[in-house]
């Protein structure tokens, strides 16, 4: 095993998911017990936007080119 994760770690991207993470528990009204799925939807959504901002890159680099 890999003992130097931290080289794999994108700590930005940890951070937008823990911040987002908080902001929907909040908005939920902080219920309990249900951190860890706060933290996959957060994880998700801000997954799905890259995935979107990079087909739409995708597509504006094919249109130049």
Do not use: C, I
């Not at 700590?11 to 911040?19: G, P, S």
């Not at 801000?46 to 979107?52: A, F, G, P, Q, S």
């Amino acid at each position: 095993m890999y003992e130097d994760t931290e080289k794999f770690v994108d700590m930005d991207f940890e951070q937008k998911v823990r911040v987002t993470a908080y902001h929907l528990w909040e908005n939920d009204g902080r219920p309990l017990g249900k951190e860890t799925d706060y933290w996959f939807r957060a994880m998700q959504m801000l997954l799905d936007e890259r995935t979107d901002d990079a087909a739409r890159n995708d597509q504006g680099s094919e249109r130049a080119g």
